[in-house]
T-cell receptor, first 115, second 114 residues
Framework: AQSVTQPDIHITVSEGASLELRCNYSYGATPYLFWYVQSPGQGLQLLLKYFSGDTLVQGIKGFEAEFKRSQSSFNLRKPSVHWSDAAEYFCAVRKGNFGNEKLTFGTGTRLTIIP | DTEVTQTPKHLVMGMTNKKSLKCEQHMGHRAMYWYKQKAKKPPELMFVYSYEKLSINESVPSRFSPECPNSSLLNLHLHALQPEDSALYLC?????????????FGDGTRLSIL
């Protein structure tokens, strides 16, 4: 069965420092992978997606992610975090096609930014 | 700004009440979804509608009744809910044309059952 693992429950980073959030997936075929961010009291905002092609994908807000098939990973990175990046981050894998599509989310990583 | 609009933002109801959650999108998306999210947990899929027809029901109790009157509107009718149903209910939509379309989420309705 497909699954997504986010090993880090909580990460604290200083403002201006670099960030890497880990995501490992388990899926037989080429996965469709996503990173979403959720600020307190709000819904999920799509940061970026990977379907195929270039393994380094660029997203919104200066985020990028790299798909590594050999490591079954899709880690999210940002070179310099801002206080507004504090939020919950979810990695997700999609199974099925249109009409029968299911997103399976990881347990999330809570990001805290310190001055 | 989200393009999937959910109303109300907050809802408090008793266990004997009947209420409905509403979700609208005007992006021409043909698939719509309901998710339930408990505090400090990831969203869990409840229902999927494709071209206004229910395609997935993740064994959700019958006290939750979805409805898709048209391609832009998705409702979730609630009746005789339990305290454990208190959660954030998220609606999402996707274009449905081809394989490369992500789901777009609304801001959710925070539901509290007394």
């Amino acid at each position: 069965a497909q699954s997504v693992t986010q090993p880090d429950i909580h990460i604290t980073v200083s403002e201006g420092a670099s960030l890497e959030l880990r995501c490992n997936y388990s899926y037989g075929a080429t996965p469709y992978l996503f990173w979403y961010v959720q600020s307190p009291g709000q819904g999920l905002q799509l940061l970026l997606k990977y379907f195929s092609g270039d393994t380094l994908v660029q997203g919104i807000k200066g985020f990028e992610a790299e798909f590594k098939r050999s490591q079954s990973s899709f880690n999210l990175r940002k070179p310099s975090v801002h206080w507004s990046d504090a939020a919950e981050y979810f990695c997700a894998v999609r199974k099925g096609n249109f009409g029968n599509e299911k997103l399976t989310f990881g347990t999330g990583t809570r990001l805290t930014i310190i001055p | 700004d989200t393009e999937v609009t959910q109303t109300p933002k907050h809802l408090v109801m008793g266990m004997t009440n009947k209420k409905s959650l509403k979700c609208e999108q005007h992006m021409g998306h043909r698939a719509m979804y309901w998710y339930k999210q408990k505090a400090k947990k990831p969203p869990e899929l409840m229902f999927v509608y494709s071209y206004e027809k229910l395609s997935i029901n993740e064994s959700v109790p019958s006290r939750f009744s979805p409805e898709c009157p048209n391609s832009s509107l998705l409702n979730l009718h609630l009746h005789a809910l339990q305290p454990e149903d208190s959660a954030l209910y998220l609606c999402a939509s996707s274009l449905g044309q081809g394989d490369y379309q992500p789901q777009h989420f609304g801001d959710g309705t925070r539901l509290s059952i007394l």
